[in-house]
Nanobody, 129 residues
Framework: QVQLVESGGGLVQAGDSLRLSCAPS????????VGWFRQAPGKTRAFVAA????????TYADSVNGRFTISKDFAKNTVYLQMNSLKAEDTAVYYC??????????????????????WGQGTQVTVSS
């Protein structure tokens, strides 16, 4: 069982930036593909971004492409989601998810909940307009 710990959420104004962090408790993240999802009030959980297990490939939802960046720091055993130019519609609970990676190209097609085995507890991001 892998426990994921997220941090970095908060209340910001439109146009500001935030960086979310996701780290596994007690194990290495090195072989895991990681995704970020978000759930806004009254909506289903939606894909935001994913990174392949070696950290060489990334993919993004159209709504965040060009504003958000997912990255993997092997030395710190952490995956980050850098969120720039935040908008009110980015307000949501953000979840980190992970699964043992396979082919790097396949990892970039992990854009649905069912592709991931482990989930964090979520961190709230609120963007005021």
């Amino acid at each position: 069982q892998v426990q994921l710990v997220e941090s970095g959420g908060g209340l910001v104004q439109a146009g500001d930036s935030l960086r979310l962090s996701c780290a596994p408790s007690g194990r290495s993240f090195s072989k895991y593909a990681v995704g970020w999802f978000r759930q806004a009030p009254g909506k289903t959980r939606a894909f935001v971004a994913a990174i392949s297990w070696p950290g060489t490939g990334t993919t993004y939802a159209d709504s965040v492409n060009g504003r958000f960046t997912i990255s993997k720091d092997f030395a710190k055993n952490t995956v980050y989601l850098q969120m720039n130019s935040l908008k009110a519609e980015d307000t949501a609970v953000y979840y980190c998810a992970a699964t043992v990676g396979s082919d790097s190209h396949y990892d970039l097609r992990r854009v649905t909940d069912s592709e991931y085995d482990y989930w964090g507890q979520g961190t709230q991001v609120t963007v005021s307009s």
